[in-house]
């Protein structure tokens, strides 16, 4: 069905009523009665994401305990300018200030992370329930101000207290994230609908442990990679289930995956199958020139377990090790039913249908815009991404994470005119919603980040935020970029 005929068929009557039965067709419904008017489905989240261990400084404070970060920022020249995240935004006494900022901008949601060790100081058993009350006050200020929180329970911050106990190879790892979803369920859920696992499980387990250039900083074998991989997916679907477990309401689930994916040269119909194919392959390759080729970073290796139940063919023959840890009664403790494909979208590079179609690499443009990280600005990422991962699992999609890096400073009248994310929100959300137009149900949009923020082992040199911090002061300004972004919100996208 072309996408023309289908949006005809979900504005019939008979879609209508199908639609009464199935989730997946409401959302479709509800997209195409807004895309008559520009506009994005009624309901959408517009949000702004942050990260414990990035905004609100001051780890230890009331009693909590350490992570893998905070030990690997003592180590020296751990991060580009020798910062550390010891004060980071003070989010954690400006909470309040910051509220209100997201009122002023107009956000309707905010994703924000709990720190694991913060609330588990020693990732386990005792708890600190001053660290619980302090996410509870927030989770009362969002509410009040007409903001749905969506909580990540764990964003990169792993207990350094159960990275002694050998970490995600340690067999009971899996129960070890389950039983701090299950707590924060339990003392949450009364007020927080919406729950994402862990974030970014490749980047994290990729980087932290293939290449070891994040903590734990380890290069694994690959039999233990495999083994610590999947040790990850068990503690994903079993926090899954303890979460809604520990529900006091009706919740949604899902995780935020960091999303690698390849964009066709053209609409040609090789090379968007050459684009679906570099998306999805389990391989080695190399994602930064000077860093060794990664697997663990691939989207099929984490998503079809979470998503199918079963581990990708191609992944299996690279790494068969998998095929002794992937019995059925496990697989099917990943494959937990999900509500959403939360996804992290940033920069793509292009592909094009090479010799018996496989995927070549197109070279970026000399003149295409770059971040201040080096990142390329590609806006058609947010149409096909969203497009591959709806074909291939069939879930409504939230961005969970999206924006740009900049050098961002204040101009002499105070204010800081960031007309390069303007522009970049402005081009990215357009794909979004042109994405939507051909079928695919949108959740939400969160951008990354509300704060200009640590940007771990970048430190402060990095600036993602809608708002700008004055990491001396702390004084914030809201950015030009929040403004425009305020009012793509009030009228559900259609100034764009």
């Keep these: 069905m072309s996408p023309l005929d289908r949006r005809r068929f979900l504005l019939s009557a008979g879609a209508a009523t199908a639609a009464a039965a199935s989730p997946v067709l409401t959302s479709l419904l509800a ?38 970060w905070d030990v690997f920022l003592r180590t020296p020249h751990a991060t580009k300018d020798n910062s550390t995240n010891l004060i980071a935004d003070d989010d954690y006494h400006r909470w309040k200030e910051d509220v209100k900022l997201m009122q002023q901008i107009g956000l309707n949601a905010y994703r924000f992370s709990i720190s694991w060790p913060r609330v588990l100081p020693e990732g386990k058993g005792r708890v600190n329930e001053k660290a619980l009350a302090y996410y509870s006050r927030l989770v009362d200020a969002l509410l009040a101000a007409g903001i749905t929180p969506f909580v990540t329970t764990y964003h990169f911050d792993y207990p350094e207290a159960l990275q002694r106990l050998g970490g995600w190879l340690n067999p009971d790892s899996s129960h070890w994230l389950a039983d701090y979803a299950h707590l924060l369920s339990s003392r949450l859920s009364d007020r927080v609908e919406h729950w994402l ?21 380890q290069k694994l074998p690959e039999t233990d990679l495999v083994r610590g991989a999947h040790n990850i997916l068990l503690g994903h679907g079993r926090s899954v289930q303890a979460i809604r477990a ?74 068969p ?29 292009t592909v094009k249908a090479g010799a018996n179609g496989a995927p070549e690499t197109v070279p970026d443009p000399p003149n295409i815009p770059r971040s201040h990280y080096g990142w390329a600005v590609t806006p058609d990422l947010m149409y096909w991404a969203p497009k591959f991962l709806f074909d291939r699992y069939k879930q409504p999609i939230a961005i969970t994470e999206n924006g740009i890096s900049l050098d961002d400073k204040p101009a002499p009248d105070g204010r800081v005119h960031d007309e390069r994310r303007t522009a970049f929100i402005e081009s990215y959300l357009r794909k979004f919603r042109e994405a939507s137009g051909d079928g695919v149900p949108l959740k939400g949009y969160f951008h990354w980040s509300l704060l200009d923020n640590f940007e771990w082992t970048q430190g402060f040199t990095e600036r993602f935020g809608l708002i700008y911090v004055d990491y001396a002061t702390q004084k914030r300004t809201v950015k030009d970029s929040a403004m425009r972004y305020r009012q793509i919100i009030q009228s559900n996208g259609a100034t764009l």
Aim: proline share 9%.
């Design 31 to 68: 997209f195409a009665q807004g895309e008559k008017a520009g506009r994005f489905p009624k309901g959408f989240f517009w949000g702004a994401s942050t990260a414990a261990a990035q905004s609100e400084g001051s780890p230890a404070a009331d009693g909590g305990g350490e992570s893998i």
């Design 197 to 217: 696992t862990i974030n970014e499980p490749n980047i994290l387990w990729g980087f932290g442990n293939e290449v070891g250039m994040m903590p734990p900083s």
């Design 246 to 319: 520990g529900a006091k309401r009706a919740v949604e689930v899902s995780l935020a995956f960091a999303g690698l994916f390849s964009l066709p040269a053209s609409h040609d119909l090789k090379d968007v199958a050459a684009a679906r194919e570099a998306s999805f392959s389990v391989r080695k390759a190399k994602v930064i020139p000077e860093v060794p080729p990664m697997a663990m970073l691939s989207n099929a290796w984490w998503l079809d377990p979470i998503y199918l139940g079963k581990y990708p063919a191609d992944g299996m023959k690279l790494f």
């Design 321 to 349: 090790d998998a095929g002794k840890l992937a019995d059925p009664q496990q697989m099917k403790i990943i494959h937990q039913p999900l509500d959403f494909c939360g996804v992290n979208l940033y920069s793509a590079p």
